[in-house]
């Protein structure tokens, strides 16, 4: 599974065998790059970044780190090894020999799925394209662009399924993924959370703790695919996707740390230019509640198509004891008038909702993590989850209200609240008043987040992790 990087587009799936496909594919680079160099970081695309790059696919040591310029940054098509004699282990397939073509019953599913995760992609890209120019230190900034020629590189890998296995229709569905525009009124993109504007650096470290989190358990799902192509590109994809997540975490983590150290003794953050914890609570509402809309809807005949034909598993579905869904339940709390009553669904129904749980309990260990810092420093201060119900725009619980703690409340008592659950206009301008300038001096980070605890790759945290070449 050596991984050709002589080829125009580096990969492990002998594209040089492949000359129609690999043609495809080389006609559609330069439309990759026009995308890159419009809709890619503002500002840096001329430095000399550390990044890492994809160099095999196997567990240890599978990516070498070195300064790169973004533009020049090898993107490329990495599938984890396949298996011999691998069979499908949950659904009505089970039993059958994996996939390695497109069943023509479940094209249109399978594309729609394909399509909709690789839209996430250069969407968050596009989102985070002018954080650099406020970043809080070289580290942050560094990491910010890491994660950016990822999700250009999962762009990569999803396109590479629609132009290897759907044909004309497929290359056609590759070329919108690159015309759609995060937040555009004419053509957005397809789910809503990636239209939702990321201006400030305590918004980014909330998308790629939640956000990016969710993507870890839509990945998860597929990668449990019939389709083997695509559980054997998520699965390298998951590989990438945990720094996304540690960038998030740590980030919050270290502004936690900042505000808490810095007000032991009853000072006003705002004067010291911090972030109050209130705030960085409001905004974990926000971010959380958003992701959780990603999962879809909890009663959902989707869902139960795509376990059914063994196109989406559950998260590590070899966990569980039973892999037909079949004649098991939900317990799902729906709203009947204004009270909540639990409803037995069938369980292949409430896949989406299964997935959520597992995304909830993961969520919930972050959270954890972060009060044994503000613990550690001695703060009373707690964050929480919201409930699941908690401001949704999508599903059974859509367009009622309820409060954090998941409870139904009235339209007044939203209205009297919500500036205290979610991010304030006012709070929104203070955070955002704090992001007023990048700092760029190598060992220099913004008042309002500490140092982490260590560099990337065994270096020093103040090394030079990005290099200006501002002609
Ligand atoms: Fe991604
Ligand atoms: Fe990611």
């Known amino acids: 599974m050596s991984i050709d990087y002589q080829s125009k587009i580096p990969n492990n799936?002998?594209?040089?065998?492949?000359k129609k496909l690999q043609r495809a594919l080389e006609a559609w680079l330069p439309n990759y790059q026009a995308w890159w160099n419009e809709m890619g970081p503002e500002g840096f695309?001329?430095?000399?970044?550390?990044?890492?790059?994809?160099?095999?696919?196997?567990?240890?040591?599978?990516?070498?780190?070195?300064y790169v310029k973004m533009p020049e940054y090898r993107w490329g098509i990495f599938l984890t090894p396949t298996e011999s004699n691998k069979k499908i282990h949950f659904g009505d397939h089970m039993g059958e020999d994996v996939w390695q073509q497109v069943p023509g019953d479940y094209r249109n599913a399978l594309k729609r799925i394909i399509v909709t995760q690789g839209d996430t992609e250069p969407a968050s890209v596009e989102q985070q394209r002018l954080l650099g120019k406020c970043c809080p230190s070289l580290y942050d900034l560094r990491n910010l662009f890491q994660v950016n020629v990822e999700e250009g590189r999962h762009l990569w890998a999803m396109v590479y399924l629609l132009h290897a296995y759907f044909g004309k229709d497929g290359r056609e569905e590759a070329e919108a993924l690159l015309e759609r525009r995060s937040g555009n009124a004419?053509?957005?993109?397809?789910?809503?959370?990636?239209?939702?504007?990321?201006?400030?650096?305590?918004?980014?470290f909330c998308f790629t703790t939640f956000t990016d989190r969710d993507g870890k358990y839509q990945l998860r799902s597929l990668s449990e695919s019939a389709f083997e192509p695509l559980a054997r590109t998520t699965?390298?994809?998951?590989?990438?996707e945990a720094h996304h997540?540690?960038?998030?975490?740590?980030g919050i983590q270290r502004i936690i740390q900042k505000t808490a150290e810095m007000t032991k003794n009853g000072e006003d953050p705002r004067k010291l230019g911090l972030i109050p914890l209130e705030i960085i609570q409001r905004y974990v509402n926000f971010w959380y509640s958003c992701s959780l809309d990603l999962f879809g809807g909890e009663d959902s005949s989707n869902s139960a198509t795509f376990f059914g034909a063994g196109l989406k598993g559950r998260d590590r579905e070899e966990s569980y004891q039973e892999h037909t869904a079949l004649d098991q339940y939900y317990a799902l709390p729906t709203p009947v008038g204004d009270t909540l009553k639990t409803e037995e669904i069938p369980l292949r129904r409430a896949m989406n909702e299964v997935l959520r749980d597992a995304y909830v309990n993961d969520c919930d260990k972050v959270v954890r993590s972060w009060n044994r810092t503000l613990e550690e420093i001695g703060s009373d201060f707690r964050l929480t989850l919201p409930n699941k119900r908690f401001h949704r725009t999508q599903g059974?619980?859509?367009?009622?209200?309820?409060?954090?703690?998941?409870?139904?409340?009235?339209?007044?008592?939203?209205?009297?609240k919500k500036d205290q659950w979610l991010p304030s206009a006012a709070d929104k301008v203070y955070v955002k008043s704090l992001m007023d300038k990048a700092y760029t001096k190598a060992g220099e980070f913004a008042p309002w987040i500490a140092a982490p605890s260590r560099g990337i790759e065994g270096q020093p945290v103040d090394f030079e992790y990005v290099r200006f070449c501002r002609g």
């Open 45 to 66: 695309q001329n430095d000399d970044v550390y990044l890492r790059t994809a160099i095999s696919v196997d567990k240890d040591g599978w990516a070498h780190f070195d």
């Open 13 to 18: 799936v002998n594209l040089n065998d492949d």
């Open 245 to 250: 997540m540690f960038v998030g975490q740590t």
């Open 396 to 416: 059974i619980y859509a367009g009622l209200l309820f409060n954090p703690q998941g409870d139904m409340i009235s339209q007044a008592e939203y209205e009297a």
């Open 235 to 240: 699965n390298f994809m998951l590989t990438e």
């Open 186 to 204: 004419d053509s957005p993109r397809i789910l809503n959370t990636f239209n939702e504007p990321i201006e400030d650096w305590l918004s980014f």
